[in-house]
């Protein structure tokens, strides 16, 4: 899967989902919910992925120009029927956002010690 685009107007994203699908070119957008966080160290962009790597030279030309007939199209209802249970599954999303809160965790958690102990040698 490679990343296409970033925009902060997750229609925009849509609008070129759609025309890249209309060609032969399975995309999905991540980020959504993250991109309405609060939280301004979680907060993203939503994101355009490609799903398959070697149509992103394509994707990005379809992009710049509408009128771009993709040569490598797919069978865009055949490709999520037979790749259903890999994109339904956010699992492996799940536990990215598990290991970074827990990556994030750890940091500010030892910051906090070594600011402690930097404070306890001081006094």
Request: hydrophobic share 45%; glycine share 4%.
């Amino acid at each position: 899967m490679k990343l296409l685009t970033k925009n902060s107007d997750t229609s925009y994203l849509y609008a070129l989902k759609g025309i890249l699908e209309a060609n032969g070119i399975p995309a999905t957008i991540s980020g959504e919910n993250t991109a309405r966080m609060i939280t301004p160290f979680l907060m993203t962009q939503p994101v355009l992925w490609v799903y398959l790597d070697e149509q992103l030279d394509e994707a990005l030309k379809l992009i710049n120009d509408h009128e771009y007939t993709v040569i490598n199209r797919v069978d865009i209802d055949e490709f999520y029927e037979i790749n259903k249970d890999i994109i339904n599954d956010s699992s492996t999303m799940n536990s990215i956002y598990i290991s970074l809160g827990l990556t994030v965790f750890g940091w500010l958690f030892g910051a906090f010690v070594v600011f402690l102990i930097l404070v306890w040698l001081t006094a």
